[in-house]
Every structure is written in structure tokens, then in C-alpha cells.
């Protein structure tokens, strides 16, 4: 077992864990933060996209001990309070979501990807959109409404 | 604003999906939970020899070791098929005997052979390593035509040849004579791909029993708890009825896949029993790709005839189709009741027939996947049409329109009565949406940029909310296909209503809601619909085949047709008029022209203060209703496809997809559209991208997602919907139903826009950049194009 500390959505935490625990295990069944999920077992799906420091990372894929001293932020501690981000908003006003469950993951990879374009200043179109969700999948939407609502939350956000 | 029928407006559910808020069955801890790892077959097709569990018992936190023999001393039931088919020769099918859990041979890889209940995952996976299975190994079979050639191995004992019925529908001798007499004939053969269901949430059950109440607890990934609780009890003999309560939290997408009992929840409710704990099992992916229901599996051959003026004369298909090792629930219903009942297609033919042979193979079942049997049907029909025009010269969409039915209702020739339609005015409407008579030109335009450009369409139509109840026993369901719903309402007025349906991302706790606002005009924030939970919710069959618009939403207009008359008659006491003159509006009820108005309120907070009731009335305000529909309903639509084919790779760009559906009426036109883009996407994966593929030795070389090609959204074009609507006459709203038209309609406009794009009309599903490129070859078109 191996003590681990980070922050989570803002908030210290602390655990033992073994060494193999994922950090998706770490928040799912530790913190029981149940909002980040898990649909696939070879990094593939994109259920469980987290943020560590800043970054997009598919959780699954990491040790919860590799994230010990990070900044880790979950869908849970997207929204301001009680203000959504504008991902949330823009996946509800544009029926981004069905099931729901790749949905964290999507709006999480779509924050990342968002902020990156902007920080580069390319342009995230549709075309760019679909390219970048290459690691999330979703089997409800067919992904149509998945890129207008990061094409309206990017817009709102620019 | 309204929030009634027809109101685009948002989804309730969704707060809580956004927010990372949701409940999913794997997201619930019991106290006093194990872990349950599944100990499964990694041969297709073996004799077990022995179990030897001695190690695995002994391991780190390992709670126990349970098998098949101590399953079956249990008195724990096979697992059935709920729907009898009957060969032509009128002998029943042949159903194999499959236990939860295996006891003498294995016959599929991912068949489970034990289950070790541990304190973790990781000690349950590592015991589960541990057990010692002893297997004979035999030969295999995984092809459906190969199963049934003499010296294949032999799955069941009472299926011989693996044959599991030979049915038949349809006159056989008429559809052969008007074929051999028509003017041109077009004989086509088919695959239809097997796939995987891939809902994104993967299966999970968590059982408790409670040995002071003697009652257990199933929470589930299903798609309908109440029949799995029946199915459980009446059937496998886990628990009586009344002692197992079943649930069904939010649940991440079924497509059909969570429709069935699987042996995963028997074995968790029994193993809860025998360890006194609480007993959790949740899928990976790779158990997923192995054990999840399949869907499709179909090869066919099919000959269609035509009249001198090119009107269908006869259509005549010979189908054998796939059902793997084990009758999953409803596995004998989708290549029969669901497929060869919707061979006519949107089209007026006067003599049909379908020779439909299912079989046993050794992997994974197979039973309904979004769609189940339809798109099966549709593909047939609007392949060999489209091929029938190009053979005959003449434009697809107007040998389509030729032969549509034009007058309802209208009596197939495979049992099937459509209702109402108006299928040229979606012809018309897709052929519009997508620049169909401009297309030459964009044809030349993209020659010129060293593209091969097709178009191709597809007139689907389908049959959805299967019923009635009467008439599907007399063809073999096992249960009643009706719906039930309850409509409470809360003395200060707010109302819940209790559906039998389930919403695993259809948004019913929205558009169930949007129901009562349309009848009394409350806002849908007032509204709480109540799901997914036997001991809240009376009964209900659940969702699947597009029947919760229909038939669930027909079951709770019926409540709120008693409610609201029980409301009038309270509010015509309290206002003194006669209750006729009564109409309720925007939370109103009031008489028109008065000045005679309560608010919906006082009259809800008088039916149950009960102070001034009609004489002889009970106090409250709460109705229920079972619904059983008249007839199925049958959406229909024309799907047009535009693609792009690089000639010198064989990749496909989908550059265009519309569709125009007519879906009865649209409670809410966002939450429909969403369903027809994901019914698109799993078309055009099944078209382009995906199948399950099991090698001689029948491991599965799909296992999962690097090698099952799931579309991803960079696959995926954006799609042009429209509809236009005929109202259904068979239920009280009119709605016909729109889960799984997507599905239905989309691969045969795929391969036919391919198939016109490379000039060669030999090609199978998934139409991947190797097969097209091969196909170019073959046909030379890639010279012409230069």
C-alpha cells in the first residue's frame, strides 16, 4: 500500500492504495466520486476522462499513484457552484447526451479541447471537433448533437 | 411557452448526467458487498471433465466457489426462450438446455462455468484464474450455413443438425409461380453482419438477500425489471415474485442488449443467498464482446419478379440465421415475427414467401439488437430494389414509387395490416432535402477532384410496438405485449406518473411528463415520472422495439383520461355546473365563458381533503391504466445516402445523409431527431465499420474496442432529418414510434450509394476500404474515373 495525497475539485484528499490502483478506481470506489466511468478496459472508450493539472486524461490509464501531488478535477467539480459550465449548458440545450454515460468523458475531453484551440488559436471547427473525439465514444447520439454542443459551448467561450 | 405534445423542450433527466449525478447500477455499494468474477469457457466447444476449485477456495478473501452442479442442486431453472416458434413440419423448436452456469459441456468462448465470490475485484479475478477446469476439447462450428452441413459438430442433443426450426410464412407454391412467370427476375444473395450491441455502460448486477425477510434485492442494467423479475421467478425459481424486488436505476444505453436475463443475475441472486452477502458483478468490456447478446447473423438469397410495366409480382427469400450457442429470450421472434412479417416493405406485392432456418453455433447468442429482424428485412428489400432498378434501367425512386402501397389499411401477404402511411410524400421530401436531380452534376464534380461519387436511398418501414397482447400469443410470445401506467396526483397538484416503460437515454422523464402538461397544462417541472422499479411501479414489459411512445405512452394517456374525468366531475361539485361544461387548461379548470374557474390546484387539494365530493365518491385523485394495443404501428421513411469513394484506398466519406421519417405523432421533436442520428450511426457502423468475427476456432477476433471498429464521430457525418406525419389510427396519441428507424433504414441506402459510386453491386457489409477497393478492381470503374 502506498499513501497518496492530491487535490480533488479542490478539496485535499488523501488515501493508501495498492500500487496497481487506477486513479478511476481511486475516485470511483475511495472518493466514490461515481460521476467518472468506466466503459471499456483498453483506454479506448473515453467514459473516464478526467483533468490532471489542466490536462485531459483518460483515467483508466493511470495510477492513482502516478497522480499523487496533482490537481485532479472531475465532472463533479466542472460546474462554479451552482453555475454549470458552459459545456453543461450547451450539452443539455443542445441534446448532446442521451444515456449519459459517456457523458462526463465527453464534456471533460471537450473542455481540454476547447481550451487548447484557444490557447493555439485554431480553429476548432466541426472537422477538428470529430478528429479530437477520436478517443471518446458514445453509441447513443451518433455524435451529431455531441459536436454542436461543443461547437455552441466553444463559441460561447471564445 | 407550452410544454405540451409537440414541445421542443428540454430534457429534466439531464441535470443530473451533466453534473456527474447519475445513479448506474455500478455506481451503488451495499453494505456487506462482494465481488463476483465469472470463471468462463476459453474454448467454443468442450466437455468439462472436472472442477477443481481447492485452490481458488483457499485464496485472499475468497467468500466462496460455487458451480454449476451446486446451482442445478439448488433447483436453479435453465434459461428459456419466451417464444415458441413451431417448424413448418409442426414440430416445436428445438430448445437447448442452458444453465447459468455450465455443468456438463461448454459451447461458446465466455460461456461461465463458475462465479468466485471475493471481498475485492482483484482477489475475486484472481481466484476466479485459479479454478482448474478440466475441458475436453471439441470440434466447433461458427458459420450458420456450415452448422447445418452434414458432419458438423453437434451443439444440443435434441437440435439436430443444429437445426433449431425450419419455418416457413407465406405462400410458397403462388410466390414461385408468379415468379417464374414474371417478366424479369433479380436473385441477389445477403450477409447480414453480425454485431456487437456495445451500449456504453456495460451490464452490472448487484443481489442482496435478506435471510431475516427472506427477500432479495436485484439492481440491474435492464431494459424491463418487471419482466426480468418475472422471467427470474417463474422461470429460473430464484426467488418467488413477491420476494425479489427488482431495479432498474439509470441505466448507460441498451439497444436490446439489456432486454435479456442473463446468467450473470441468476448467479448473483443465488450466490447473495449461499454467502449471506451482498454480491456485485459488473462487465468489462472484453466480458461484454463475449457474453452480451449479438445481434443480425443473417445469410440470405432472394429473388424478386417483375411485371412487363415494372410492377412486383413476387418476392421469394431463403434466410438461415445465426442464434449461437444458446434460444436467448427472444431470439426465435426476431428472424420470424420481426423480419419475414416485414418483407413487403413499403411495397404492394401480392405473393411473398420466407423460408427461414435458425440454428445453433458455437458463439455468443444471438437476440435483438436496435432494430431486431427489420433491418434484416430492409436490407433484403431495398437492396434487391435498388439492384432491380439499376437492372432494369430505370430511376430506384421511381420503381419504388411505382410499386408503393398507396391505400390503407393494407394487407400484406406476410401478416402484416399497415394502418396509415403516406410513403411518397417521405420520397418526395427526402428526394427534395437532398438535391436528388442535381446530383449529376455533383457526380462530375467530384470526378473531377479524382472521387467516385454515389447516391443511393433506401424506402424502409418497420412495425413497432408489437401487439396485441391476443395476437402475439397465438403466434408463440410467451408473455402480453401491453403497457401499464399509474397517474398520482399530489393534493397541492403535482402529478407522478408510473410507467411499465424504462428510459436507459430515450428521455421519458421528460416526454412522459410533457403528456400531462398537454392535458391539464402544468409545467413538466410538476411532473415526476416514476420508472425501473417492481416495487414502485405495478407492472410494465418495458422498453425495446420502439414501444414506449406507443404503446407506454398510450397506457398513460388512459390514466390521465380517468383523471381527468374524475377532476371534472370534482370540479363541476365545486362549481355546481354539469361536468360536461368543464375544460381543463393551463392549470385551470374552469367553465368557458364564465367566470366559473378553479385553479388545478384546489381542485387536486379537494379531492383529497374530501371536505365536498360528489355524493358517493372515494377521496384522492389517482388512476391507473393497462394499455393493449390494436394492431403494431409502422413507421416508415425514405433514407438518401451520398458518399464519396476514394478510388485509390476504398474509403467511403458519407458527404450527405437525409432522412425523412413519418413517425406518427412527435411528442418532442429534439428528443425524436436524437433518436433517429444514433439510429443513423449504428446503421452506418453496421454498413461500414462493424462485425463480430469469431475464427474457425471460434475465439472471438472482435474482443474488443481495437479491434471492433465502433464508430467514432469522426466516421460519422452530420445528418439532414425531417418528417413527414401520418397519424397512427391504432393508439390514443397517434404516435407510431422512432427508436429504431435509424437502424433500419440506413445500411441499405449506405451500400447502395457505394454500390452506385463504384459501378459494382457486389458488396458486402461492413463495406470497409479493402473490400470497396476490392470491389473497384473488380469492376474496372477506377480507369473510367481516370
Not at chain 2, 434487391?384 to 410499386?403: Q, S, W
Amino acid at each position: 500500500m502506498t499513501s497518496i495525497s492530491m487535490s480533488v475539485n479542490g478539496k485535499a484528499v488523501s488515501g493508501d492504495v495498492e500500487d496497481r490502483t487506477l486513479l478511476v478506481q481511486f475516485i470511483r470506489e475511495d472518493l466514490r466520486l461515481t460521476g467518472t466511468h468506466v466503459g471499456c478496459d483498453t483506454s479506448q472508450c473515453g467514459a473516464c476522462v478526467v483533468h490532471v493539472d489542466g490536462k485531459a486524461v483518460k483515467s483508466c490509464t493511470m495510477l492513482a499513484v502516478q497522480a499523487s501531488g496533482s490537481e485532479v478535477t472531475t465532472i463533479e467539480g466542472l460546474a462554479n457552484g451552482g453555475d454549470l459550465h458552459p459545456l453543461q449548458t450547451a450539452f443539455k440545450e443542445n441534446h448532446g447526451l442521451q444515456c449519459g454515460f459517456c457523458t462526463p468523458g465527453m464534456i471533460m475531453s471537450a473542455a481540454d479541447m476547447i481550451a487548447r484551440y484557444k490557447a493555439s488559436g485554431s480553429k476548432l471547427d466541426e472537422k477538428a471537433i470529430r478528429e479530437e473525439l477520436e478517443g471518446n465514444i458514445c453509441r447513443c447520439t451518433g455524435y451529431h448533437n455531441i459536436v454542436r454542443s461543443i461547437e455552441d459551448a466553444a463559441a460561447k467561450m471564445s | 411557452m407550452s410544454e405540451g405534445i409537440g414541445a421542443r423542450v428540454l430534457r429534466k433527466e439531464d441535470k443530473r448526467f451533466i453534473t456527474g449525478g447519475g445513479r448506474y447500477t455500478d455506481d451503488i455499494v451495499e453494505p456487506n458487498q462482494r465481488y463476483a468474477a465469472f470463471v468462463r469457457s476459453p474454448h467454443a466447444h468442450a466437455k468439462i471433465k472436472g472442477i477443481d476449485k481447492t485452490a481458488a477456495e483457499k485464496m485472499a478473501g475468497v467468500e466462496a466457489v460455487l458451480d454449476g452442479k451446486q446451482l442445478t442442486a439448488d433447483g436453479i431453472g435453465n434459461i428459456i426462450c419466451g417464444w415458441l416458434i413451431h417448424s413448418k413440419d409442426g414440430s416445436p423448436m428445438n430448445m437447448g438446455a442452458w444453465s447459468a452456469l455450465a455443468t456438463e459441456f461448454v459451447r461458446y468462448v465466455g460461456d461461465a462455468v463458475a462465479v468466485v465470490i471475493a471481498d475485492s475485484i482483484a482477489n475475486a479475478r484472481a481466484a476466479a484464474e485459479a479454478v482448474a477446469v478440466d475441458y475436453e476439447v471439441l470440434p466447433c462450428v461458427t458459420r450458420p450455413d456450415a452448422a447445418l452441413e452434414k458432419g458438423a459438430p453437434q451443439l444440443h442433443p435434441n437440435a439436430k443438425n443444429n437445426l433449431i426450426f425450419d419455418w416457413e410464412l407465406g405462400d410458397g407454391a403462388a410466390t414461385d409461380k408468379a415468379i417464374s412467370g414474371a417478366a424479369h427476375v433479380v436473385e441477389m444473395d445477403f450477409t447480414n453482419n453480425r454485431l456487437s450491441p456495445n451500449a456504453i455502460e456495460p451490464r452490472s448486477a448487484i443481489a442482496t438477500f435478506n435471510a431475516a425477510e427472506d427477500h432479495y434485492t436485484l439492481y440491474t442494467t435492464s431494459q424491463n425489471p418487471h419482466l426480468a423479475r418475472l422471467v427470474l421467478s417463474a422461470f429460473y425459481q430464484v426467488a418467488p415474485e413477491h420476494k425479489l424486488r427488482v431495479i432498474a436505476p439509470d441505466v448507460g444505453g441498451g439497444f436490446g442488449s439489456k432486454i435479456y436475463i442473463y446468467p450473470e443475475e441468476i448467479v448473483c441472486l443465488w450466490a447473495s443467498m449461499k454467502t449471506n452477502c451482498s454480491v456485485k458483478w459488473t462487465s468489462d468490456r472484453s466480458e461484454a464482446f463475449l457474453t452480451d447478446a449479438h445481434g443480425r447473423d443473417h445469410i440470405s438469397t432472394a429473388k424478386i419478379g417483375f411485371d412487363k410495366n415494372h410492377k412486383i409480382v413476387g418476392l421469394k427469400v431463403d434466410t438461415i440465421a445465426n442464434l449461437g450457442a444458446y434460444m436467448s429470450l427472444f431470439s426465435s421472434a426476431v428472424p420470424t415475427y420481426l423480419y419475414a412479417t416485414l418483407l413487403s416493405g413499403q411495397y404492394d406485392i401480392e405473393n411473398i414467401h420466407c423460408n427461414m432456418r435458425t440454428v445453433y453455433t458455437n458463439t455468443a447468442p444471438v437476440d435483438a439488437y436496435r432494430g431486431a429482424g427489420r433491418p434484416e428485412a430492409c436490407f433484403v428489400v431495398e437492396r434487391i430494389m435498388e439492384t432491380a432498378a439499376r437492372k432494369l434501367g430505370v430511376d430506384p425512386a421511381e420503381l419504388r414509387r411505382k410499386n408503393f402501397v398507396t391505400e390503407f389499411p393494407h394487407q400484406t401477404p406476410v401478416i402484416m395490416c399497415y394502418d396509415a402511411g403516406n410513403f411518397g410524400a417521405n420520397l418526395d421530401a427526402a428526394l427534395a432535402a437532398s438535391d436528388y436531380a442535381g446530383f449529376e452534376k455533383r457526380r462530375d464534380e467530384a470526378a473531377k477532384r479524382g472521387k467516385l461519387r454515389g447516391i443511393g436511398m433506401s424506402s424502409y418501414i418497420e412495425a413497432c410496438g408489437i401487439a396485441p397482447s391476443a395476437a402475439v400469443g397465438s403466434l408463440g410470445a410467451g408473455v402480453g405485449l401491453w403497457e401499464s401506467a399509474e397517474v398520482r396526483v399530489n393534493p397541492v397538484g403535482t402529478i407522478e406518473i408510473l410507467t411499465g416503460s424504462h428510459s436507459h437515454g430515450q428521455g421519458h422523464e421528460t416526454t412522459f411528463a410533457q403528456l400531462a402538461s398537454e392535458r391539464f397544462g402544468v409545467p413538466i417541472d410538476n411532473v415526476q415520472i416514476v420508472h425501473g422499479d417492481t416495487d414502485k411501479v405495478q407492472f410494465g414489459m418495458g422498453t425495446y422495439g420502439s414501444r414506449s411512445g406507443a404503446v407506454g405512452m398510450s397506457a398513460v394517456a388512459g390514466a390521465l383520461d380517468k383523471v381527468e374525468t374524475k377532476a371534472k366531475k370534482i370540479a363541476a361539485h365545486m362549481l355546481e355546473v354539469d361536468e360536461n361544461e368543464i375544460v381543463i387548461e393551463d392549470a385551470e379548470v374552469k367553465v368557458p365563458g364564465t367566470n366559473k374557474t378553479l385553479g388545478w390546484h384546489e381542485v387536486c387539494l379537494n379531492a383529497y381533503m374530501a371536505h365536498n365530493l360528489p355524493e358517493g365518491m372515494e377521496p384522492g385523485l389517482k388512476e391507473g391504466s393497462f394499455y393493449d394495443p390494436a394492431n403494431f404501428t409502422f413507421p416508415a421513411g425514405t433514407y438518401i445516402c451520398e458518399v464519396e469513394v476514394d478510388p485509390e484506398t476504398g474509403h467511403t466519406d458519407i458527404v450527405q445523409f437525409v432522412a425523412s421519417d413519418d413517425f406518427g405523432t412527435i411528442i418532442n421533436p429534439m428528443i425524436v431527431e436524437g433518436q433517429v442520428h444514433g439510429g443513423i450511426g449504428q446503421g452506418v457502423g453496421q454498413a461500414l465499420l462493424e462485425e463480430a468475427i469469431y475464427d474457425e476456432d471460434g475465439q472471438l477476433l472482435t474482443g474488443s474496442y481495437m479491434d471492433y471498429a465502433m464508430p467514432r464521430a469522426d466516421d460519422l457525418p452530420s445528418y439532414q432529418v425531417s418528417h413527414e406525419s401520418t397519424l397512427c389510427p391504432n393508439n390514443p396519441l397517434g404516435i407510431k414510434g422512432c427508436g429504431e428507424a435509424g437502424a433500419i433504414g440506413t445500411p441499405p441506402a449506405v451500400i447502395n450509394a457505394i454500390t452506385n459510386a463504384i459501378g459494382n453491386n457486389d458488396l458486402s457489409m461492413p463495406a470497409t476500404p479493402s473490400k470497396v477497393w476490392a470491389a473497384i478492381q473488380a469492376s474496372g470503374v477506377k480507369q473510367a474515373a481516370e
